[in-house]
């Protein structure tokens, strides 16, 4: 490939990637106009994103294996196709069942593109230079959907329906595939291995009885979850290529990190669901201006992304701006969990919206690399691999709890009014903050203090 050809393919990874992220995001904003319109309860508007959630984040692992496998090309279109395709169905979805599974479709087809497109970009550029200018764009793209997807969204919301906000993924998809084919080079041969399947079916299971268990209340459910994540453990320990390999954890760092990444998923996983749900149905705010409010926070995190975390953590290490971080979060949503009924933007959200974007920023990059510390080169892509399942579990898990919980104290406290809610919606907001103290207390007393120079790509 010309170096021209390799920044297309590059360009066309990002685009691919981009649709993902903003799929994250730009349902958040939606919610109350979904549930409004399929007739969605508190508790059960949860699976509209765990649905995606726990798919997305239970075969990334089997996603990049899939792609060593048989092709990293003909996966990323095919995980494209298939994200696309659910998309379509989630647009015209016009009931609650239908919704849901089409949103775990698009967690599957999500988990292929994303696990493969950073092993792609890798692989097509070898000069430290040229990577590390790619893995800057790759990361602003990721951090920077955020934002474009919060407006998007209340956009899209405001201006025709919540349908769009799955339907603009079409033209997308299409234009990817398109430009995947044109100028992706085909793979050679794929490797020859054995495929983890069994881990990946009782890692998924075992998350969905919890979740569902949370959320319903059944507690047969969460006595089958646990026995599936027990046998998940047993087959991990004893198969030759195991989705996730256990001895990984014996690593301190990598340990700390997991834990510490996925308390903090919890927390702002159930920041944007619940805030979204503040803004839009006791605050009256409309779909797109709930798209402005969350704006700053996500500015913050895309600046943080393209420069301002490396930069802190040259001077200053990983334990600080981790802890400090995440410290700053629990403070925006401790704000959050006093905000009134009839709160003001510039006194009440706003600064909430403010700490969490520096204290993510600044956290978040930190925390990956933490994991990353001290894993040998050869193993960096399974220990990432493991790290964003954990974030993805940790946040599917942490909303599944955090939701049911505000559902219950609204009705404890007298049903659907909005004192009522606003005093459910605090008590999810306190324990999310309390998720993040917990996640920096960990990670100042159990990380190292020490500063490596490989933390930064010359």
Not at 11 to 39: F, H, K, Y
Request: with cysteine; charged share 10%; glycine share 12%.
């Amino acid at each position: 490939m010309t170096r021209r050809q390799t920044w297309l393919a590059f360009w066309m990874l990002c685009t691919g990637e981009l649709m993902i992220v903003l799929d994250t995001t730009v349902v958040n904003v939606a919610l109350p106009s979904i549930r409004q319109d399929l007739g969605f309860s508190e508790s059960s508007l949860v699976w509209v994103v765990n649905a995606y959630m726990l798919t997305y984040g239970g075969f990334l692992l089997l996603g990049g294996r899939l792609g060593d496998l048989y092709g990293r090309r003909r996966l990323f279109i095919g995980g494209t196709a298939l994200f696309t395709v659910a998309s379509l169905a989630c647009g015209l979805a016009g009931s609650q069942a239908l919704l849901v599974v089409a949103r775990a479709v698009q967690g599957l087809g999500g988990a292929v593109v994303s696990s493969i497109a950073l092993s792609i970009i890798m692989n097509l550029f070898t000069e430290t230079a040229e990577r590390a200018k790619a893995m800057g764009i790759y990361g602003f793209v990721c951090a920077g959907g955020g934002s474009l997807g919060v407006l998007l969204g209340g956009a899209l919301t405001s201006a025709l329906s919540w349908h769009w906000v799955f339907l603009i993924n079409l033209p997308i998809g299409a234009a990817v595939m398109a430009a995947c084919a044109a100028f992706l080079a085909r793979d050679g041969e794929g490797e020859n291995g054995p495929l983890d399947v069994a881990g990946a079916v009782l890692i998924t299971a075992a998350l969905l009885f919890a979740v569902y268990g949370i959320v319903n209340g059944p507690r047969l459910l969460l006595v089958a979850a646990a026995a599936l994540l027990a046998v998940f453990l047993v087959v991990e320990s004893r198969v030759r290529h195991p989705l996730m390999p256990l001895r990984l954890f014996r690593l301190r760092s990598l340990a700390v990190g997991n834990v510490v990444g996925a308390l903090w998923a919890a927390a702002m996983f159930a920041w944007f669901f619940i805030a979204a749900l503040y803004l839009q149905v006791v605050l009256g705010y409309d779909a797109f201006q709930v798209g402005l409010a969350f704006l700053p926070s996500n500015l913050i995190m895309a600046a943080f992304s393209i420069g301002l975390s490396a930069l802190v953590v040259m001077r200053f290490g990983l334990r600080g701006p981790i802890a400090i971080g995440l410290g700053l979060a629990a403070a925006g949503l401790a704000l959050f969990a006093v905000a009134p009924v009839n709160g003001e933007f510039w006194i009440h959200v706003l600064p909430g919206m403010l700490l969490l974007g520096i204290g993510c920023g600044l956290a978040l990059n930190p925390v990956m690399l933490a994991v990353m510390n001290d894993v040998a080169p050869s193993e960096s892509g399974l220990a990432s691999g493991v790290a964003n399942t954990s974030f993805m579990m940790g946040g599917a898990l942490g909303l599944a709890v955090l939701a049911s919980l505000a559902a219950a104290e609204a009705v404890d406290s007298g049903g659907a009014s909005l004192a009522a809610l606003t005093r459910g919606y605090h008590l999810a907001f306190a324990i999310g903050a309390i998720f993040a103290a917990v996640a920096a207390a960990l990670a100042w007393f159990m990380l190292s203090a020490e500063r490596k120079e490989s933390w930064v790509t010359p």
